[in-house]
């Protein structure tokens, strides 16, 4: 039979056939290859059926601190036995000579049936019931340094089992030693042959060269075109007090979206200096003036991961009070939802705002367009809804051309006056934001957004990087 071998594999061959099995430090030494080339072609050999890779545990067990003293001055039992010898001793005797150790001493020899305790009417005596012969524990404690396997064949596993149970008297070592030997394919290889032959039409072996991930890919691309379009990013913690994730955005103390079965809340956490006095003052006024009813500050402050990224860019406009801004958020979100083809518990999501002097409806509109032209969506219309944050509000529909359909896309709109006034801001704040895995799912044309989890290295590999 001839075969293409690599010199490395050869020499490993060759050295093997002087042997029934080696390792690979015995081949380093046979081959004088280094402990690298030696692994590396063991590994070929393995692959091409050559050779036969088998890895075996060394255990070796040494004592303990406890085993060591146990060897050089008896066991706890044993000193017991030793000093109840000549005649029985009390609980309070025994105790105190043996101090912790007595509670192991007294345990252990009432299983090797040695002692024999007796309650009197002043104490309990405890006496030596005959000859205490020489325990399974006392045989075994002087064999150790060796491999644990031939303990079997010198004394009962049970007394390791028991040593081992003892506190610092035994630590085990394992140690992963691998062997290799010959198969019968390797034993009729043409040597003559197989050094100088090449196959120049064997098909090599595919190789999948590193890539980002295709979400990943999509929130650079998001990234880049809210960069290129004049805006700067901000950033904030996956966990916001409920203050800026819904009171700040003039969202009702009673909202439907607030409730345990819409939002993951942090158990027993609730925020501490998370606003400004009169931030708070102002907001608490709003909302007891728009929704009638009198506003809870514990309420605002239970913690809550994060339902949107707005809370990121209003606490910011809050902070900073900017005359004209163009700034975006983007990052994780977290929603209690059941998980289906089309919606995830933990999303990504895009947000951004423009504030400044008589910005409007139509300037959104536009920034929107041209927004989904960058990423490569053209048909595009709005549709007038409703969000409790903004007013006017709109959604942005998309045409899928592989569906057939018009689907939602972004939400969008000016932020109210309830919202932006509470926080010392005086200029129309234009925001929209929506959910990166769906504009991500029409550019790759899926239909389950939990895909992008799979890990499914097939679509992976073959998901192209422009749509």
Known sequence: ??????????????????????????????????????????????????????????????????????????????????????????????????????????????????????????????????????????????????????????????????????????????????????????????????????????????????????????????????????????????????FWNFDALFTPQDHPAREMQDTFYIKDIKAGKFASSQQIRSVSRSHKLGWGYDWNISEAQRMALRTHTTCVTIKHLADYKPDEARIFSLGRVFRNEKVSYKHLAEFNQVEGVVIGNNVTLRDLMGLQEEFYRRIGLTKIKFWPTFFPYTEPSLQSMVYNDRLGKWIELFGMGIFRPEVTKPLGISKPVLAWGGGIERIAMLKYGIDDVREFYNNNLNWLRSATKCQ
């Open 1 to 242: 039979m001839s075969q293409v071998l690599h010199p490395i594999e050869k020499k490993i061959i060759k050295s093997l056939m002087e042997s029934e099995s080696s390792t690979p430090e015995k081949l380093v030494e046979s081959t004088k290859l280094s402990i690298d080339q030696v692994r590396r072609g063991m590994e070929w050999l393995k692959l091409k059926g050559l050779a036969e890779v088998k890895e075996i545990e060394k255990i070796t067990l040494k004592l303990g601190k406890n085993g060591l003293d146990a060897k050089n001055n008896g066991l706890p039992e044993r000193k017991l036995v030793n000093n109840i010898q000549g005649e029985p001793k009390s609980f309070a005797e025994v105790q105190n000579l043996l101090k912790s150790d007595f509670n192991a001493a007294i345990a252990n020899a009432k299983k090797n049936d040695w002692i024999q305790i007796e309650k009197g009417e002043n104490s309990t005596k405890i006496s030596l019931k005959g000859i205490a012969l020489q325990s399974p524990e006392e045989k075994l404690i002087d064999f150790f340094g060796i491999d644990e396997k031939m303990l079997n064949d010198i004394e009962d596993t049970e007394a390791l089992a028991s040593l081992k149970k003892r506190p610092d008297f035994i630590s085990q070592n394992i140690t992963k030693l691998k062997t290799i030997s010959l198969s019968e394919k390797a034993k009729n290889i043409d040597f003559e042959v197989s050094s100088e032959a090449i196959d120049v039409e064997a098909k090599v072996p595919q190789t999948h060269a590193a890539r980002i991930h295709p979400l990943k890919e999509t929130i650079n691309e998001i990234r880049e075109i809210f960069v290129s379009l004049g805006f700067s990013e901000v950033s904030g913690n996956l966990a916001q007090p409920s």
